[in-house]
């Protein structure tokens, strides 16, 4: 089974993805921050996430600091960043810090399941885009 | 404080001073022309009755050389007509002295006259009275003495007279002179006197033009110096109140402007976290269709298509909110037209299907790239298209097409439907308007579509414009330039092509 990481500092927000994905089939790991965030990840050990979902804005410690983490420290585990894109140099800096996909905020639905499919490396499993 | 008359006091002094010097200027020159009038005429006649007077010498005289020598026949002159003609010769005298005035010459020449006469009458006079006969020599040569000394003061008082007339010439002639000069410098000093007051003026009332001219083409900062004549300063004192106040004015008005802006992007802002989860939530409950009544699956509809649609008018708001605080940023990139118009029209189709009208998509072939945020163009189109399908009735035709004009790519979504009066299409790009012909009414929306469209468009560096007669449909249209080869885009160009093209 596909597992995630989702972190969203709005609790009914994160409550909302991690049913509806859960629904979708998906293992469903959520934190409300970033720090949050990375316990998860040390928790999961080896047994890591196969997509993070990050919000790019969080506090005590946002997505993008989350992902530079991530990938100073190395690890390759693909990660989609959600950004409400209130700056245009946004995407193209989370880009070079290392993001594998931005869906900016908000997004429909399929699209965010067509991405975590297609990062999970399950394409075909989702097919309900149009 | 320096002193600043009004101008009209100003005018008021300079016309009396004018006024007070070509009246000084007059009299003097008139009194001095009578004055050297009246000279002239008193040295005339004076010099006239002086001529006068030393004919009367010279014929006392003769009579006087009668008198000494005895009549036929007598051996004695008569003492009786030498005391006569002494007597008229003494009184000519008397009335030449009085009228020889002050003339030195003249003066001179008569003590002569009267010195040469003693001198006759002491050698030949009194010798001839007494019976003797003066040597012949002596009394030739007195005689002539008195003569010439006489002729002498005649002539000095004709030169006189010629002197004086010549001397009233001048007189006449120099003062006329004056007087002209006097009017003239006269004039000259009105002349400075207006030309200072009408430059004490020039120069604020050109800085008073200048600012106005600054004022009106926007700088509310302007202010004039305050100067010249009271009036002018007064008005330039009122026209710093009038940009003052503007300057308020406009200050006040962009702080409300930006405060409306701050709220609406706060609103919006803060709507959007609550609308997603609900609009999630009811999407999830549909999805389970099976478990619920048909009750329940209806409410889950109503709500996962009203937060659907109250999301989109809160991302519409949002945009314009951006777009005024010039916060809206697109990312243009080469972008394949094709592909884009295809994505659209069929993610629109749907819609079309829905209302039994026909979507008809036309590209043109080997259309060159387009400079754009394709996302947003995408945006743009689906708000045209939106708009057509809301407002064209049943069963129309829609037409998406995508053109080359030159060295722009022309987009053009054209409808049968009601179409837009001239009055109506000045306003179909204002935030808020909706066309309210009778059918339309019942259209749902947010009535910002289109102005969203606008604003993308205008950050791409196209332009946009509708055109339509009522009963005969309406046309947008919008042009992006195409994208220059060799011009180098702003990210990865490469990577960023699956945007665009789906294939």
Redo the contacts between chains.
């Keep these: 089974m596909t597992r995630l990481l989702v972190a969203d500092d ?1 609790e ?2 994160l ?3 991690q ?2 994905l859960e ?1 979708e089939g998906y293992d469903v790991v959520t934190a409300t921050d970033g720090i949050e965030a990375l316990e998860r990840l040390e928790e999961a050990g080896a047994d890591e996430p196969d997509v993070i979902l990050l919000d790019a804005m969080m506090p005590n410690k946002s997505g993008t600091e989350v992902l530079e983490e991530l990938r100073g420290a190395g690890s390759k585990i693909p990660v989609v960043m959600i950004s ?5 140099q946004e ?2 800096r989370m880009r070079s810090l290392g993001a594998t996909d931005i869906i ?3 997004f429909e ?1 399929d699209d965010l399941i067509g991405k975590i499919e297609e990062l999970a490396g399950n394409s075909g499993v989702g097919g309900d885009g ?1 | 404080m320096r002193f600043n008359p009004s101008l009209t006091s100003r005018l008021r002094i300079g016309f009396l001073v004018l006024f007070a010097l070509l009246l000084l200027v007059s009299l003097l020159g008139v009194g001095r022309l009578f004055q050297v009038r009246v000279n002239y005429e008193d040295d005339i006649s004076r010099f006239f009755q002086l001529e006068l007077e030393s004919e009367r010498l010279r014929s006392a005289f003769i009579l006087e050389q009668a008198a000494v020598r005895p009549p036929t026949g007598q051996k004695l002159p008569s003492q009786a007509e030498i005391n006569r003609a002494a007597a008229n010769f003494s009184d000519a005298v008397s009335r030449a002295r009085d009228l020889t005035g002050s003339d030195v010459t003249l003066t001179a020449d008569l003590n002569q006259l009267v010195a040469n006469e003693n001198a006759w009458r002491q050698k030949v006079a009194q010798p001839l009275v007494k019976g003797k006969i003066p040597p012949p020599g002596v009394e030739s040569r007195q005689t002539k003495a008195v003569t010439d000394s006489g002729q002498k003061l005649a002539d000095a008082t004709r030169d006189a007279r010629d002197g004086s007339r010549d001397h009233a010439r001048t007189e006449t002639r120099n003062t006329t002179l004056l007087v002209a000069a006097g009017l003239a410098g006269a004039l000259l000093a009105a002349l400075i006197l207006f030309s200072g007051l009408i430059n004490s003026m020039r120069a604020p009332l050109g800085r008073l033009v200048e600012g106005a001219r600054r004022l009106a083409g926007g700088d509310l900062r302007t202010r004039v110096q305050v100067g010249g004549p009271v009036e002018i300063a007064t008005l330039g004192r009122a026209f710093n109140e009038m940009a003052n106040s503007l300057e308020r004015d406009a200050r006040e008005r962009d702080r409300v402007e930006q405060m409306k802006d701050d709220f609406v992007l706060t609103v919006s802002h803060e709507l959007r976290t609550p609308v997603t989860v609900v609009k999630g939530f009811a999407e999830m409950l549909t999805a389970q269709r099976q478990s619920l009544n048909p009750r329940q699956y209806e409410a889950a509809e109503v709500i996962a298509e009203s937060s659907a649609q109250l999301q989109k008018m809160i991302n519409d708001l949002l945009d314009l909110a951006r777009s005024d605080a010039g916060k809206l940023r697109i990312e243009p990139h080469p972008t394949e037209v094709g592909p884009l118009v295809q994505r659209v029209g069929r993610q629109m189709r749907p819609h079309f299907e829905e209302r039994d009208q026909t979507l008809s998509v036309s590209i043109q072939k080997d259309l060159p790239e387009i400079e754009a945020d394709a996302d947003r163009i995408s945006q743009v189109l689906a708000n045209l298209l939106t708009n057509a399908n809301k407002y064209s009735p049943e069963g129309a035709d829609v037409k998406l097409a995508a053109t080359r004009v030159d060295d722009e790519i022309e987009f053009a979504v054209a409808d049968n439907g009601p179409g837009l009066g001239e009055e109506e299409l000045e306003h179909v790009f204002d935030r808020f308007w909706r066309a309210q012909s009778g059918e339309t009414q019942e259209v749902g929306g947010t009535g910002l579509g289109l102005a969203i469209a606008k604003s993308l468009v205008d950050l791409h560096g196209g332009a946009i414009s509708a055109d339509s007669s009522e009963g005969e449909g309406a046309t947008f249209r919008f042009v992006l330039p195409i994208a220059k080869d060799g011009r180098p885009t702003r990210t990865e160009p490469a990577s960023r092509t699956k945007a665009g093209a789906p294939t």
């Design positions: 709005s009914t927000v409550l909302m993805l049913r509806r629904m409400a894109h209130l700056d245009a995407p193209d900016p905020k908000p639905w149009a």
